[in-house]
Nanobody
Framework: VQLVESGGGSVQAGGSLGLSCVAS????????MGWFRQAPGNKREGVAA????????FYANSVKGRFTISRDNAKNMLYLQMNNLRPEDTAMYYC???????????????????WGRGTQVTVS
């Protein structure tokens, strides 16, 4: 079971980036999936999550209205579209998958059973 992120990079404030995460090796479609981030010197924090069907979405207050999480189950892909980026969005971004579908306590990291290695986003 593997999660691999891509799409990170450097962008100026106000710009946009799109992150992708491909999931492989799952017996079935991953259930609740999410994005987390960790800036240097800070704890890792939840950014967004969504349920298996994509109907239920969850966002950190700091990214609401700017970031959009989505998924394509047919391709085992998770996405994060980030608009109007700010310097404080600079961090390593991680894709994560849970073993349940409901996304309860969506930002509780201990509920996620698989993690990618991360992709760096730098906003200047």
């Amino acid at each position: 079971v593997q999660l691999v992120e891509s799409g990170g990079g450097s962008v100026q404030a106000g710009g946009s980036l799109g992150l992708s995460c491909v999931a492989s090796g799952f017996d079935d479609r991953p259930y609740c999936m999410g994005w987390f981030r960790q800036a240097p010197g800070n704890k890792r924090e939840g950014v967004a999550a969504l349920s298996r069907t994509g109907v239920n979405t969850f966002y950190a207050n700091s990214v609401k209205g700017r970031f959009t999480i989505s998924r394509d189950n047919a391709k085992n892909m998770l996405y994060l579209q980030m608009n109007n980026l700010r310097p404080e969005d600079t961090a390593m971004y991680y894709c994560a998958a849970r073993g349940d579908n409901l996304c309860g306590s969506w930002d509780q990291q201990s509920k996620y059973i698989r993690w990618g290695r991360g992709t760096q986003v730098t906003v200047s």
